[in-house]
């Protein structure tokens, strides 16, 4: 397979003819190769962008607003071509790649009823001849940049409500990922989207985050990826004073109230934490349970694991694929060495998965115990590993969950209102789900606070970081 670039509305090969291969990684094959893109792609797609903005701008919000719902649309009855590229490229089951494709029909939907309400204000004036008018206005040409684990939505939390807001949109998917953003793209221009608007640029980051960075005609920045990464970028952001949105990743503490079923405690905990094979920004990750119901709760945990099908996500029977690449394959081997180290008790998995001749598959992995210095208990895992604590009383609970640099999801399972609410409260976390692991949906908002970054995505304030405030004091 031939996979291409979308600049200003036409697919089009890398200006240097470069290219790089996509491999998937449930069998380590070349998928295709990808335009590698250049400097000049990028200064051609932040021109094409630049161009489009203000005839976009200027064209009437309801007007936008169909275009989405088309677009919405067009996504939907490309819902299966989406969701096997998203399988063959991440790795992930064909039926949570659905899920993606099925949220971003959502997401796009949502943001076309949110662009017929970006309202303005009037504010009286102190005489009968003055007023004073709040409008809200598109910011201009924005750069977004995604990470590979949920390829297709991503990206799309960032396109649909730039272009409900008024703005055109610059986009490097993760150079392992590109396929189904490619075709959102497509679904895009045939919605009626014009051309320039959207431009989708694949390949690896550095030529084209440092042309878009240092362009003053882009005047936003939206990032989903790692906190090194994101402060480079907001460093980068300065020179030029882009705003910035930043989604840098969590380590999501769960805390499990002595109140529930250890049983169904268990189960809903291990769905959370393997889907995806765990690489999931917001998936559960501490395992925090009340010292009453611990030993119950680890069997169970355990159990669950333990009954995982490890699969090609392309097989229906598959509960749990394969990691990204070979890097994240390493990186969790480093994590689990480091924990046995330490003493903790790796109770099932620890190890690859020696059933597939290719791929990187590790199995689901469950750690009791780990003290607070092992590298997994500060470190963002984002593989299939869990860990399980126990704790004393909601206090103790609650400071041993904010004890990372960490704050986009946290959790809380408890049969109780007033430990929900009184937990919930001292979580410090942009996002906290109690008795659900679902940390998103279009009409929600999503982001988190301390390191895990700023600005949120989605929800009745999806398009506040693509707009800029005008003031206009009228005299009559």
Not at 281 to 300: I, K, N
Not at 416 to 434: I, P, Y
């Amino acid at each position: 397979m031939t996979y291409f670039q979308f600049i200003a509305g036409a697919e089009t090969a890398a200006s240097d003819g470069g290219t790089y291969d996509i491999l998937n990684p449930a069998d380590t094959g070349r998928l295709g190769t990808a335009p590698q893109a250049t400097r000049k792609d990028t200064r051609q797609a932040i021109a094409a962008a630049a161009d489009a903005f203000p005839g976009w701008a200027a064209t009437d919000p309801w007007k936008r607003s169909a275009i989405l719902r088309r677009a919405a649309a067009e996504v939907a009855s490309r819902s299966a071509e989406i969701a096997t590229a998203i399988t063959r490229e991440s790795g992930k089951p064909l039926a949570q790649a659905r899920g993606e494709v099925t949220q971003t029909v959502e997401l796009f939907d949502w943001c076309a009823d949110e662009a017929r309400r970006v309202y303005g204000r009037i504010v009286p004036g102190r005489s009968a001849a003055t007023q004073h008018q709040i409008l809200y206005e598109p910011v201009g040409v924005v750069a977004a940049f995604t990470a590979w684990n949920f390829p297709v939505l991503l990206m799309s939390r960032k396109i649909a409500p730039a272009l409900a807001a008024g703005c055109s949109i610059v986009c490097r998917p993760a150079d392992e990922a590109p396929g189904g953003a490619l075709i959102v793209a497509q679904c895009l221009r045939d919605a009626g989207v014009p051309r320039g608007v959207v431009n989708v640029l694949t390949g690896l980051p550095q030529d084209i985050s440092e042309e878009v960075m240092a362009d003053p005609r882009v005047r936003k920045i939206s990032f989903t990826g790692s906190i090194p990464v994101g402060r480079m970028l907001a460093r980068a952001a300065a020179d030029t004073l882009k705003r910035v949105t930043l989604e840098l990743g969590g380590h999501a503490p769960v805390i499990v109230h002595e109140d529930v079923d250890a049983a169904w405690a268990a189960r809903q905990s291990a769905t959370g934490k393997f889907r995806n094979a765990g690489q999931v920004c917001a998936s559960p990750t501490r395992f925090l349970v009340h010292e009453s119901c611990f030993d119950a709760y680890v069997q169970a945990f355990v159990a669950e694991a333990e009954g995982l099908t490890l699969g090609d996500g392309m097989n229906d029977a598959t509960d749990m694929g394969p990691l990204i690449n070979m890097k994240r394959l390493q990186a969790v081997e480093e994590l689990i060495r480091d924990a046995r180290e330490r003493s903790a008790t790796i109770a099932t998995g620890g190890r690859r998965s020696t059933r597939f001749q290719g791929g990187y598959y590790y199995e689901p992995t469950v750690i009791v115990d780990a003290p607070e210095d092992a590298r997994v208990m500060q470190e963002e895992p984002f593989g299939p590993i869990a860990l399980i604590n126990r704790f004393t009383d909601v206090e103790d609970g609650i400071r041993r969950a904010n004890q990372t640099e960490f704050g986009l999801a946290a959790y809380v399972l408890t049969g109780s209102l007033e430990r929900a609410q009184r937990t919930a409260a001292g979580l410090e976390a942009g996002v906290v789900g109690v008795n659900s692991f679902v940390a998103s949906a279009a009409e929600t908002p999503f982001g988190g606070v301390k390191q895990s970054g700023y600005g949120r995505e989605g929800g009745p304030g999806a398009l506040d970081d693509y707009l800029s405030t005008k003031y206009v004091n009228l005299s009559f």
